[in-house]
Nanobody, 120 residues
Framework: QVQLVESGGGLVQAGGSLRLSCAAS????????MGWYRQAPGKQRESVAS???????NYADSVKGRFTISRDNAKNTLYLQMNSLKPEDTAVYYC??????????????WGQGTQVTVSS
């Protein structure tokens, strides 16, 4: 199974920016989609943004216009640029991959998460 490692989280003031990265441990045979999720204390994990193999993107209403998801296939890395951060964006952010590791094996992988804290 592909390992995903997130980085780039931290503490930032409201209105600031952070860029999250998610690096895959190896090249993936075929990606269906990758995405970012977040989970705040006491809340369920929610989808933040996703990008398909064709490059189509989708965002949660709460982050539209502020967050941008992108992917660098050559580096096997997924990014989330987060601007105009709000205290309600505080959460652990997780990377997810929906992929085929070979023509017959459909798999999902999650990263370990990276903490984002936005102070008011």
């Amino acid at each position: 199974q592909v390992q995903l490692v997130e980085s780039g989280g931290g503490l930032v003031q409201a209105g600031g920016s952070l860029r999250l990265s998610c690096a895959a441990s190896r090249r993936i045979f075929s990606i269906k989609a990758m995405g970012w999720y977040r989970q705040a204390p006491g809340k369920q994990r929610e989808s933040v943004a996703s990008i398909t193999s064709g490059g189509s993107t989708n965002y949660a209403d709460s982050v539209k216009g502020r967050f941008t998801i992108s992917r660098d296939n050559a580096k096997n890395t997924l990014y989330l640029q987060m601007n105009s951060l709000k205290p309600e964006d505080t959460a652990v952010y997780y990377c997810n991959a929906d992929y085929y590791s070979d023509p017959w094996s459909h798999e999902h992988s999650w990263g370990q998460g990276t903490q984002v804290t936005v102070s008011s």
